[in-house]
């Protein structure tokens, strides 16, 4: 019934999405963004789980998707008395702050979508970007982290 890995992901996912904009909001605004965020990050989380990208620990919903709300979020609740300029304030120009983090997500995104793109073929072409079928059939766990080390105290009763 409770999925506590997706629930620890949603409060990260609140976590994330403030970060951008802790300075420049009231306390108040922060518990608002970071609440928007843990439902980004399911709506995400949801998203690609249907769409059967394979992101076992939900590293795009979390960082990708609460991250780019974060900087997005700042235009609307930047508050002038810390520094920003944001829609709900109604400050002169207002609209502007906006639409800087409009961009600023747009460039973030276009410059990590290049730099990986670049390193994934890098990795493709040395034919490191993913692992053998023996190894993926097998788990990574057994063939890479040796869990009969890790899990020595389960097996033994303890």
Known sequence: ???VGGFCNGILGGLVSITAGCASVKHWEAIIIGMF?????????????????DDVV???AVHGACGLWGVISLGFF???????????????????QLGTQFFSAFLITMW???????????????????????????????????????????????
Do not use: W
């Open 1 to 3: 019934l409770l999925d």
């Open 37 to 53: 965020g843990g439902l980004i990050y399911e709506g995400a989380s949801r998203l690609i789980k249907k769409l059967k990208v």
């Open 58 to 60: 939900d590293a795009f």
């Open 78 to 96: 930047g508050d002038p008395d810390f520094g920003g300029n944001g829609v709900f304030h109604g400050a002169e120009g207002c609209g502007k």
């Open 112 to 158: 990590s979508a290049g730099i990986s793109t670049m390193a994934f073929m890098i990795l493709k072409a040395f034919g490191m970007l993913r692992l053998s079928d023996a190894f993926q059939d097998a788990g990574a766990d057994v063939m890479e982290h040796s869990p009969s080390k890790a899990y020595k105290g389960k097996e033994a009763g303890i």
